[in-house]
């Protein structure tokens, strides 16, 4: 069943598995996300636990986290995330990040971040993320289907009697 798409090509209907210890944080993240035309249904957890048992169970299109949770940082879920889904956008979505600290995450396979207080920037961040992992599936099919391509020409130029000649003029 296809789902419909916004103007961008960024489907309208997102599952979100939402890692996030405080409820009215969460569901001002999802009110900001149906202001901007998104359909959402949302998963809360609050435990490394609790995101091992949904990302098992379901295929999210994207994972929130706040950074700083009761005991652990929504980081901490990365592993488990990228164990179930390698690609899929995980965005923190927190209350502060110095700059040093965002930039570490980033490198440590962090999609995008933003701060609790500028949630209007939420649905171009999922936007852009989810964009980014079409363009990436869609170069790695096209490398996939060039390697296939390249080995049956190979193959076929391999297993010929005769000589072939190529000219690119």
Request: net charge negative; proline share 2%.
């Amino acid at each position: 069943m296809a789902s419909a798409s916004q103007s961008d090509g960024v489907s309208k209907n997102l599952l979100i598995l939402q890692i996030e210890d405080n409820r009215a944080d969460a569901e001002l993240a999802m009110l900001e996300l149906s202001k901007a035309g998104f359909e959402v249904s949302a998963d809360v957890v609050d435990t490394l636990a609790d995101v091992a048992n949904r990302m098992a169970a379901k295929f999210y299109d994207v994972v929130l986290a706040d950074y700083r949770l009761r005991g652990w940082a929504g980081t901490d879920a990365l592993p488990i995330v990228r164990q179930q889904q390698a690609n899929i956008p995980f965005i923190l979505v927190t209350g502060a990040l110095g700059e040093d600290t965002a930039v570490e995450c980033v490198k440590n396979g962090v999609t995008d971040f933003v701060l609790k207080d500028h949630l209007t920037r939420l649905p171009s961040a999922i936007r852009r993320a989810l964009r980014e992992k079409s363009l990436g599936e869609e170069r790695n099919r096209a490398l996939r289907e060039l390697a296939e391509s390249e080995a049956r020409f190979r193959n076929l130029v391999d297993a010929s009697p005769d000589a072939i000649f190529v000219s690119l003029e």
